[in-house]
């Protein structure tokens, strides 16, 4: 079992910065994919970014590409998603998953989610 804890969300005016993390525990030497997905009041969840196990391969949303930076630190089994130029549109919980394969569209572990609100 794989346990993925987020942090780093909040209250931010529009146009701040925000980093995310998630931090994976338990047995993650198997894990390749990793990454984030939203879900905003009323809408389906949706993919974010995500990012390979060698860091080397990176895959982000169409609508806020440009904006994101996602990046790992195998060593410490933590992922992060650096957020710029929030938009209101951005709030939302942020979920983190994690795959044993190259896709987190299957993704086999999810986190409980961390609370990010953008204010006009």
């Known amino acids: 079992q794989v346990q993925l804890v987020e942090s780093g969300g909040g209250l931010v005016q529009a146009g701040d910065s925000l980093r995310l993390s998630c931090a994976a525990s338990g047995r993650t030497f198997r894990l390749d994919a990793m990454g984030w997905f939203r879900q905003a009041p009323g809408k389906e969840r949706e993919f974010v970014a995500s990012?390979?196990?060698?860091?080397?391969?990176?895959y982000y949303a169409e609508s806020m590409k440009g904006r994101l930076t996602i990046s790992r630190d195998s060593a410490k089994n933590t992922v992060y998603l650096q957020m710029t130029s929030l938009k209101p549109e951005d709030t939302a919980v942020y979920y983190c998953?994690?795959?044993?394969?190259?896709?987190?569209?299957?993704?086999?572990?999810w986190g409980q989610g961390t609370q990010v609100t953008v204010s006009s």
């Open positions: 990012i390979s196990e060698s860091g080397g391969n990176t």
């Open positions: 998953a994690a795959a044993y394969g190259r896709s987190l569209l299957r993704a086999d572990y």
